[in-house]
């Protein structure tokens, strides 16, 4: 499923430096996917001019109510880098509801 674009703001992708997995493109994801399980969440797969991001249904409503993302939903959901290996790792513990569409 996709639907209109309400992506985190844009930065380019970066190398970030993992010590499980050494250098891999910079993913976003919120501190709920990351600190918990079965969790539903939409993604943004990564593209030229920002990285792979995910965020949680708790986060998405508070996006929703807010009509993008606003001071609250970005303290909500608390974005934290991980490299692209842990972010898949990260997000095989929950459940992909569907894509966000980039514009």
Known sequence: MKRKSKQAPKTRPRLVECDAHGSTPGCIICQHLGNESNLGYWAIKPDSDGPAQAWCEKCDAALEADRGWS????????????C????ARTLARHEQLGWDAVD
């Open 71 to 82: 001071d609250r939903g970005l303290a909500l959901a608390d974005f934290t880098i991980y």
């Open 84 to 87: 692209t290996i842990c972010y």
